[in-house]
């Protein structure tokens, strides 16, 4: 069994190099792209407290990797490829100290899904864009697609979720001094900074009509707004704000996420074996708790709040 987070990092090897890192896409969000942060002290310690998560995890019984299923097939290569971004913080992100070492909500599950399967973390990282998640399972490239892959009705006609693994959507980043706004509810009034032509527009007045809305073109000028004190909060989605929290700390998130948006394991269309199999999966590090250590790990970092409930599997258009 798996008893350190060293052995595990020799469990896991990594098909492309850095030159061929892709940047994380927004999901729909709207959002820009940001600067990947450097290596933080803090994440870094809180990631190797999984060790015992690691040590614990679920193996499959035999009879589960039914004879010519996907599964079978993936025990019989030794190894889970995945699609997956490099350079996406707290999500997936590769150590530039050490190459094999890729770090995240993401990556982690990756691993415990390969433990699963496998009984050890081997994982080959196929990092995608946006674009080529359906055609990397469609010709069988990728096992699995964990890549923030946000479903729709449109996308499962071409592939299967299973999932949702994780619910993101709007959330509330703050100055690190401020003690007065924890989420949404407390933002009645107050000046609140939004990206241009991204889902806050609309919907920090829906939530709060009477809060002043200052909306800048960019991610970054309004990061530099929200430090410089030109608004109370600002509202972008969460797995971008809890990125740059980790890297900036004179910001933080604070609150759960105001608005859904659920992201699936992505799996090759009508491979219903291989859903169910996963949604199992899911289900047992639920149970056990797993799941919720990978969040306090990892995305919980940057966040000022416990970890979230889980998403119901199946519970969205799609999944």
Same mark, same amino acid.
């Not at 995240?104 to 990282?125: H, Q, R, S, T």
């Not at 592939?159 to 509810?185: C, H, M, Q, R």
């Not at 009477?210 to 030109?230: C, E, K, M, N, Y």
């Not at 090759?268 to 250590?293: C, E, M, V």
């Given at each position: 069994m798996?008893?350190?987070?060293?052995?595990?990092?020799?469990?896991l090897?990594l098909l492309?190099?850095?030159a061929?890192?892709?940047?994380?896409?927004?999901?729909?969000?709207?959002?820009?792209?940001s600067?990947?942060?450097?290596?933080?002290?803090?994440?870094?310690?809180?990631?190797?407290?999984?060790d015992?998560?690691?040590?614990n995890?679920?193996?499959?019984e035999?009879?589960?990797?039914?004879?010519?299923s996907? #599964?079978?097939?993936?025990?019989?290569?030794?190894?889970?490829?995945?699609?997956?971004?490099?350079?996406?913080?707290?999500?997936?992100q590769?150590?530039?100290?050490n190459?094999?070492?890729?770090e995240?909500f993401d990556?982690?599950?990756?691993? #415990?899904l390969?433990?699963?399967?496998?009984g050890?973390?081997n994982?080959?990282?196929?990092?995608?864009?946006s674009?080529?998640?359906?055609?990397l399972?469609?010709?069988g490239t990728?096992?699995v697609?964990?890549n923030?892959y946000?479903?729709?009705?449109?996308r499962?006609?071409?592939?299967?979720?299973?999932?949702?693994?994780?619910?993101?959507?709007?959330a509330?980043?703050?100055k690190?001094?401020?003690?007065?706004?924890?989420?949404?509810?407390?933002?009645?009034?107050?000046?609140?900074?939004?990206?241009?032509?991204t889902?806050?527009?609309?919907?920090?007045?829906?939530?709060q009509?009477?809060?002043t809305?200052?909306?800048?073109?960019?991610?970054?000028?309004a990061?530099?707004?929200?430090?410089?004190g030109?608004?109370?909060a600002?509202?972008?989605d969460?797995?971008?704000?809890?990125?740059?929290a980790?890297?900036?700390?004179?910001i933080?998130v604070?609150?759960?996420?105001?608005?859904t948006?659920?992201?699936?394991?992505?799996?090759?269309k009508?491979d219903?074996?291989?859903?169910?199999?996963i949604?199992?999966?899911?289900?047992?590090?639920?149970?056990?708790?797993?799941?919720?250590?990978?969040?306090?790990?990892?995305?919980?970092?940057a966040?000022?709040?416990?970890?979230?409930?889980?998403?119901a599997?199946?519970?969205?258009?799609?999944?």
């Amino acid at each position: 069994m798996i008893t350190s987070r060293s052995n595990l990092r020799r469990g896991l090897v990594l098909l492309a190099s850095a030159a061929t890192v892709v940047a994380l896409s927004a999901c729909s969000s709207g959002a820009g792209s940001s600067a990947v942060p450097g290596s933080d002290p803090t994440a870094s310690a809180a990631a190797g407290s999984l060790d015992s998560v690691y040590a614990n995890a679920p193996v499959a019984e035999a009879a589960a990797l039914i004879p010519g299923s996907t #599964m079978e097939k993936i025990k019989q290569r030794g190894k889970l490829i995945v699609a997956e971004a490099l350079d996406a913080p707290l999500l997936s992100q590769q150590d530039p100290t050490n190459p094999d070492d890729v770090e995240g909500f993401d990556a982690d599950l990756a691993k #415990m899904l390969a433990i699963y399967i496998l009984g050890e973390p081997n994982v080959e990282i196929v990092p995608p864009a946006s674009e080529t998640r359906e055609a990397l399972l469609a010709n069988g490239t990728v096992d699995v697609v964990f890549n923030t892959y946000t479903i729709t009705e449109k996308r499962a006609e071409q592939v299967d979720f299973a999932g949702p693994y994780l619910e993101s959507g709007l959330a509330v980043a703050v100055k690190s001094d401020n003690t007065d706004i924890n989420g949404i509810d407390d933002l009645g009034g107050k000046t609140v900074i939004v990206g241009a032509n991204t889902p806050a527009v609309t919907a920090v007045p829906e939530e709060q009509p009477t809060a002043t809305i200052v909306s800048f073109a960019t991610d970054p000028q309004a990061l530099q707004a929200l430090t410089q004190g030109r608004g109370d909060a600002y509202v972008q989605d969460f797995t971008l704000l809890a990125s740059h929290a980790i890297d900036d700390k004179s910001i933080k998130v604070v609150g759960q996420p105001f608005t859904t948006e659920a992201y699936g394991i992505g799996l090759k269309k009508d491979d219903s074996q291989f859903k169910s199999f996963i949604n199992d999966w899911l289900l047992k590090i639920q149970a056990d708790g797993s799941w919720a250590k990978i969040w306090d790990a990892t995305l919980g970092s940057a966040v000022e709040s416990s970890a979230p409930t889980p998403p119901a599997i199946g519970s969205v258009p799609g999944s």
